[in-house]
């Protein structure tokens, strides 16, 4: 059985009647760009073909009643009077509900299921994922106009304002905005954004899950925020136009760098640098130069490691052996840091090999069983299957 035939039937089990909507919500991943999102930088990311997959159905009242199916856990709400839940599953949902709501739609009872193959914690954004895909419902099942980049803006505010996370749109723009072949070079101040040729010959994009997810990830997340909010605020009063460090170049920061405590340099020295090797990512791309792009992805693990400071040692570890393997052109940790993924170019002729080798080492060291995960960069958040009722 495949996975939306899962769903779906798992739905009808539940409810006792066929689903009106599948919707397959796509994860991401980021070639490059990371953590210059809130800083109205450059990402790089693409949808991928790992997916939550929705099914959803009016169910003629004022609740909506949620199943997640991977975990097995149910929870509720009433349309009425919408309030957190204790499970963080569910706020991703009911959070999307309220913004529909303050956007003047008038919305009915629902019965949703929901499941997949998009590992949780992965750095792969699951919840973005979860987040853009129940929009995609919504829009569809109530007839809302409403388009894509839009659904994308609507999660993020649904993160800020009930999950309370100051997070950076990079997440829900891929998962929806995703097309097959392409990364998106995506400006996360204007929203400007095209599509890159995404073509590694005889190369795979690998995901090494490290299986770890350190609690220091939420705190430190909105610690650095305000990092580079603080040397922003150094840097403005030397250079009044300057409103982000998206408007830095590295050679201003440098100019300044005694007037900033030294972590702050060293955060802010990250992003500048980020950014332009973003766009040196692009031009390799374009010339199909895997070997460039791969170095490039080896200095944004260290930029991420020693002047971010967000990386953690278990995939310290597993990018440490990979750069030393043959075959890989470039590997880092992907994602917000303190554990997740780390992402791989890796020679298609070498990739069982690696997957073997990369794998057996960790456990070695760490006793941990980690997964590896072969991903191409696919169409975004859509209906998968529309019942006929």
């Not at 899950?209 to 430190?220: D, T």
């Not at 920061?253 to 990250?270: A, F, G, N, S, T």
């Not at 953690?312 to 990018?319: H, I, M, N, Q, Y």
Request: proline share 3%; charged share 25%; hydrophobic share 40%.
């Amino acid at each position: 059985m495949t996975l939306p035939e899962l769903i779906s039937e798992t739905f009808t089990q539940k409810f006792g009647r066929d689903c009106d909507l599948l919707i397959r919500s796509s994860g991401r991943i980021n070639i490059i760009g990371e953590h210059t999102d809130y800083n109205d930088g450059f990402v790089l990311p693409a949808a991928i073909d790992k997916y939550i997959y929705f099914a959803v159905g009016k169910n003629g009242t004022d609740s909506c009643r949620f199943w997640a199916n991977d975990i097995e856990e149910a929870d509720e709400v009433d349309l009425d009077d919408i309030q957190s839940s204790d499970q963080l599953w569910a706020n991703y949902l009911f959070g999307i509900l309220e913004q529909f709501q303050q956007m003047g739609v008038s919305l009915e009872g629902i019965d949703v299921v929901f499941g997949g193959n998009l590992p949780i914690g992965s750095g792969m954004s699951s919840s973005a994922a979860m987040e853009v895909g129940f929009a995609t419902a919504l829009k569809h099942l109530f007839g809302v106009e409403i388009q894509k980049p839009e659904i994308a803006k609507l999660a993020q505010r649904s993160s800020h304002q009930f999950i309370g996370v100051p997070c950076g749109i990079m997440d829900q723009f891929a998962s929806v905005m995703g097309k097959k072949d392409r990364v998106i070079r995506l400006d996360c101040r204007s929203l400007e954004y095209d599509y890159i040729p995404f073509y590694l010959e005889d190369y795979q994009v690998v995901m090494i899950n490290s299986k770890v997810s350190h609690s220091l990830a939420s705190s430190e997340y909105g610690t650095r925020v305000k990092e580079c909010q603080s040397g922003v605020a150094i840097l403005q009063q030397h250079y009044p136009d300057v409103k982000s460090l998206r408007d830095v170049s590295l050679e201003q920061l440098e100019k300044h760098q005694e007037d900033m405590p030294e972590v702050i340099y060293k955060r802010c020295h990250y992003v500048v640098a980020e950014n332009e090797r973003l766009l040196r990512a692009c031009d390799a791309l374009e010339k199909g130069d895997i070997a460039q792009l791969g170095q490039l992805l080896n200095e944004t693990h260290d930029g991420l490691r020693y002047e971010y400071e967000v990386s953690a040692p278990e995939v310290d570890f597993l990018v440490e052996f990979a750069q030393q393997f043959p075959g890989v052109a470039g590997s880092r940790i992907m994602g917000g840091g303190f554990g997740g993924c780390s992402i791989n170019l890796v020679k298609k002729d070498r990739v069982a090999a690696f997957k073997t080798a990369v794998l057996q080492a960790y456990q070695d060291q760490y006793s941990i069983l980690g997964e590896a995960y072969e991903v191409a960069a696919v169409d975004g958040t859509r209906p998968a299957a529309v019942s006929v009722n």
